[in-house]
């Protein structure tokens, strides 16, 4: 997901895509205990993503308020 992407996303919309993303990698680390993991990269893109979302919402919540 590019950063340009998540900047035009709204609060809600990014919370909704951050808790999306936090399910996503639930199951990527499940798979991957249990041996049935295919793309391991993708445990690294889905953990960028997130902190990405997370870096973003908070400087909106800080020009915000």
């Known amino acids: 997901m590019k950063a340009s992407d998540i900047?035009?996303?709204t609060p809600d919309?990014?919370?909704d895509e951050l808790v999306k993303?936090?399910?996503?990698q639930f199951n990527l680390r499940?798979?991957?205990?249990?041996?049935q993991?295919?793309?391991t990269s993708r445990i690294r893109?889905?953990?960028r993503d997130?902190?990405?979302i997370q870096t973003i919402a908070?400087?909106?919540q800080t020009a915000a308020g």
């Open 13 to 15: 919309q990014l919370k």
């Open 37 to 39: 993991l295919e793309n």
């Open 50 to 52: 997130i902190a990405r």
């Open 30 to 35: 499940f798979q991957g205990a249990t041996g």
């Open 21 to 24: 993303l936090k399910k996503e």
């Open 7 to 9: 900047h035009a996303m």
């Open 45 to 47: 893109q889905i953990r």
């Open 58 to 60: 908070a400087q909106k």
